[in-house]
């Protein structure tokens, strides 16, 4: 990731639904600075350079002394979300057309709903999808040969009816790759036009339905992410030669593993971006709270439409290849992500029994929540917080003020309709809120075997902190750390996280029979091929870092535990740590192994390399002691009951000090209502700590 020697600022710039998030590191001096700016859905990248601008305008830089620029992005995710796949066509093997429909048997709701449910319409219909014959054995060899005009005759099915975006999967081409790289030849050749994504590039692993609708799901948003990322290079580069620099800007995007790939990287490995923005939070979150002096931490990065939530173990995000967007699984390693529709614009409303709900309806940017006065009609999350008082009437520093009546106005009717005072309409909409991060931070935890009450939560985002002290309660968690800057918090882990790509190969054997020279070979081909990339983006050989790591299972499971590989040949006792290392994280995952039973065998299913390139990452710097918390002001907010509530600027707040609710802390990007019967206290990097008053 090298740069002229004259520039040395790095920016990081996070798209939202809402807002666009931007913080900017001087590396010769370490001066960091934030900022905010709408987000513009017409053309994200509209947003994206004004907040560019605007960032460079607070450290009075030009652009020409951006040395790099790191993206996270929601394309991706939106349009998986919304449901946007409409337009694709499918290529797979004879007789398995129907691969799609028949997907799953699982139900997304285990009680009484799940007599009603029906599988959701598939990513590609009955009528679009072509199958070719040839067939391929489960080691890759050849049982019938690629029959070339069915794949003319797809192709030609495609082009005629004018279906551009298209995915192939063959069975068990992660074995062998050859039948789809003639199938791609084939669509190149008689249907140019046509954007294509392959399995074997996609997911060299097996399971035939997740490797199928994962090639999918790259291939639906593979054009919209060129466009994008095309869009936002271009104008890169026109500001880059309106400076006189001869050089392209390098620019770089988030991925959903929690690493960064450069934007021409990226327009080949679109799927790789459906978690940008969430991946970007837990990273940020996970330096802050390990510099703090905890390496264990749940994040919840709130929002103006939804509320992510991850856990951080050792410093590290959970990692998954179970995951999904949407109604989508997407099999690609990405940080282990809940999403819940509980940000500040999710909108309040009565479901047809008359109870109160809250989102997953958002009224995100625009027209945004009633307050904001640009054409919401509907009551959301923000709008209660204004009625009770506990965000100050305007945002983002007097920028975006806020129409408070009218926000009472959209509460009151709502309240009507439930025969509820308006203070306790707008309680009762945050208590649900709450209740709905609270059930995903369970989901996170429990899901792993890990107990919520242990963890101290780590909030952030516009609207992340603004019910951290309930969920204080509702789960009896140790506390809560605010970081500085927390509306900011996933732009910055944009500018801590390092290049990574990931390889995996299907190799399937039992423990008791694993063919090492086998096991070395894959994963020295894993290794070389992560090594090509790392050259690509610049990494001279002595910055490139690997990691090994295999899915082992006990034979007879559906289902694989990831573990750590350790460097050095694959011999028997290197295998048999991996096989100790497996029985030790089933234990710790599940709470029960089967270590000394010769009867149950394990079993290797994936192999995996991933190759890491290192960046500098800006340092944490402590602030001035704190000489006594002052209030700025004060003003009447409802905790439970009205409270004369002191207001502090958390700019005007040193190491040390402390607040006790009832009081509001306020700052240029977020909020933090202080209840009462809690306390903050301000560590020496400036995080603020809150737990119930007493608490040890």
């Not at 240029?668 to 603020?688: A, C, E, I, K, Y």
Request: net charge negative.
């Amino acid at each position: 990731m090298g740069s002229p020697p004259t520039s040395s600022i790095r920016v990081g710039i996070d798209t939202g639904g809402t807002f666009t998030d931007v913080v900017a590191v001087d590396e010769r001096t370490g001066r960091l600075a934030a900022t905010k700016t709408p987000s513009t859905p017409a053309d994200p990248a509209d947003g994206f350079m004004t907040g560019l601008h605007k960032v460079l305008d607070h450290l009075g830089a030009v652009p020409s002394a951006v040395s790099a620029v790191c993206h996270g992005t929601t394309v991706a995710t939106n349009k998986l979300l919304e449901g946007k796949v409409d337009d694709l066509g499918f290529v797979t093997t004879e007789g398995y057309e129907h691969m799609l429909e028949i997907a799953r048997q699982s139900v997304p709701d285990g009680y009484g709903n799940s007599y009603f449910w029906v599988k959701p319409p598939r990513i590609v219909p009955v009528d679009r999808v072509r199958t070719v014959r040839g067939r391929l054995s489960v080691d890759g060899t050849v049982i019938r040969p690629f029959d070339e005009d069915d794949a003319v005759a797809a192709a030609r099915f495609f082009r005629d009816r004018g279906i551009t975006t298209i995915g192939v999967c063959f069975l068990h081409a992660y074995a062998n790759p050859e039948h789809e790289l003639l199938m791609r030849d084939v669509l190149a050749r008689e249907h140019p036009e046509a954007t294509v994504s392959i399995s074997s590039d996609v997911l060299r692993e097996y399971r035939e339905y997740e490797r199928s609708v994962t090639t999918l799901v790259d291939a639906a948003v593979k054009p919209n992410i060129r466009r994008y990322v095309a869009n936002i290079s271009t104008r890169l580069s026109e500001l880059s030669g309106a400076n006189g620099q001869d050089h392209a800007l390098p620019f770089y995007v988030m991925k959903s593993n929690g690493g960064v790939l450069s934007a021409d990287e990226v327009a080949s490995q679109p799927i790789t971006t459906v978690l940008s923005g969430p991946a970007a939070g837990a990273l940020g979150a996970a330096v802050v709270a390990g510099t703090a002096g905890y390496s264990s931490v749940l994040t919840l990065d709130g929002g103006g439409t939804s509320t992510d939530v991850t856990v951080v173990v050792d410093g590290h995000p959970a990692l998954t290849t179970e995951g999904s967007v949407g109604r989508y699984p997407s099999k690609i390693p990405m940080i282990d992500v809940v999403t819940v529709g509980a940000g500040g614009g999710s909108i309040g409303w009565l479901s047809p029994e008359g109870t109160l709900k809250v989102g997953p309806h958002s009224a995100g940017a625009d027209p945004g929540p009633i307050c904001y006065g640009t054409g919401g009609t509907e009551p959301t999350v923000t709008d209660a917080h204004v009625v009770l008082g506990r965000i100050p009437p305007h945002l983002l520093g007097g920028e975006i003020p806020l129409d408070a009546p009218a926000a009472a106005r959209g509460i009151a009717d709502l309240a009507a309709r439930l025969n509820l005072d308006v203070e306790q309409c707008a309680a009762g909409v945050l208590e649900i809120s709450a209740w709905n991060q609270a059930n995903a931070l369970r989901q996170i935890t429990v899901k792993r075997g890990l107990d919520v009450r242990d963890f101290t939560l780590v909030t952030f985002g516009g609207s992340g902190s603004l019910l951290a002290c309930r969920l204080v309660d509702v789960l009896g968690l140790d506390g809560v750390l605010v970081p500085v800057n927390p509306g900011n918090l996933s732009a910055y882990g944009l500018l801590t996280v390092d290049v990574r790509n990931d390889y995996v190969r299907t190799a399937v054997a039992r423990h008791a029979e694993l063919d090492h020279a086998s096991v070395a070979k894959i994963l020295d081909d894993l290794r070389a091929e992560a090594d090509v990339a790392l050259r690509r983006e610049g990494f001279e050989p002595a910055q490139r870092r690997f990691v090994r790591t295999a899915d082992l299972r006990y034979y007879g499971q559906a289902f694989e535990v990831r573990v750590d590989v350790p460097d050095g040949p694959v011999t028997p006792e290197l295998a048999q740590t991996v096989a100790d290392a497996f029985h030790d994280a089933h234990r710790a995952l599940y709470g029960y192994d089967f270590r000394d039973d010769s009867r149950q065998e394990v079993e290797w299913v994936n192999l995996r390399v991933t190759g890491i390139g290192p960046i500098r990452r800006p340092e944490m710097v402590e602030i001035a002691p704190g000489t006594g918390a002052v209030p700025a002001a004060q003003r009447r907010v409802y905790f439970d009951e009205w409270h004369d509530a002191d207001v502090y600027q958390r700019s005007a707040l040193g190491a040390g000090d402390t607040v006790t609710g009832p009081a509001v802390i306020e700052e240029f990007g977020s909020t933090v209502p202080v209840h009462p019967g809690f306390q903050v206290r301000v560590d020496r990097f400036g995080n603020l700590l809150m737990r119930r008053e007493g608490a040890a």
